[in-house]
């Protein structure tokens, strides 16, 4: 139910939304253009019936919460991914 009601929220902000499954990560989710260009992507991990949230900012960085609860960011510009749950660091890909 809580799905549904996201997804209805989404329509009425009249912004363009795409639904889509990722049969390799599986997941159903939605994406919704934001009014600076980025994009807001939710959905559901069909694996773990995880929600998970993500916004990309039209400079490529990202941050949102994932589909253990935990949050994380990913700046563009240095090529960093932080999981604030974990504490797991990537840089240029490498993980700690």
């Not at 919704?32 to 069909?46: K, L, V």
Request: one cysteine or more; aromatic letters at 10%; a negative charge.
């Amino acid at each position: 139910m809580k799905y549904l009601m996201i997804i209805a929220g989404l329509a009425v902000t009249g912004l363009a939304a795409a639904d889509g499954y990722n049969p390799h990560r599986g997941s159903v989710y939605t994406e919704t253009e934001t009014r600076d260009g980025g994009t807001y992507t939710q959905g559901i991990n069909t694996q773990n019936n995880g929600a998970w949230s993500t916004t990309t900012e039209p400079d490529g960085s990202q941050y949102g919460i994932d589909s253990s609860g935990d949050t994380f960011s990913y700046d563009g510009e240095l090529d960093t991914y932080i999981n604030h749950g974990t504490g797991e660091v990537c840089v240029s890909g490498i993980c700690n």
